[in-house]
Nanobody
Framework: QVQLVESGGGLVQAGGSLRLSCAAS????????MAWYRQAPGKQRELVAG???????NYADSVKGRFTISRDNAKSTVYLQMNSLKPEDTAVYYC???????WGQGTQVTVSS
């Protein structure tokens, strides 16, 4: 059974920064793409950023230039560095392992104006 454990969410003022972490276990992490999604109240879950096993990245247009996804294969952890946060970034953020179709439990990010 895959395990994905997110951490790092919280309350931050607009313009601030947060770093989310997702620790994976029971998978060969270095061989797998990973992604971050988010879901705001009343909205569909959307892709925020993805990273391939080789380190290639892609981002939603709404976060390009502000968010950075990265991975540390030695720690089996994927990160999402979020800078210049906006109130519209408020959502529950989920880590996702596409090859296993498996989601983490989510971590709340709230950005106050």
């Amino acid at each position: 059974q895959v395990q994905l454990v997110e951490s790092g969410g919280g309350l931050v003022q607009a313009g601030g920064s947060l770093r989310l972490s997702c620790a994976a276990s029971r998978i060969t992490f270095r061989l797998n793409a990973m992604a971050w999604y988010r879901q705001a109240p009343g909205k569909q879950r959307e892709l925020v950023a993805g990273i391939t096993a080789g380190g290639g990245t892609n981002y939603a247009d709404s976060v390009k230039g502000r968010f950075t996804i990265s991975r540390d294969n030695a720690k089996s952890t994927v990160y999402l560095q979020m800078n210049s946060l906006k109130p519209e970034d408020t959502a529950v953020y989920y880590c996702f392992a596409p090859s296993f179709n498996y989601w983490g439990q989510g971590t709340q990010v709230t950005v106050s104006s």
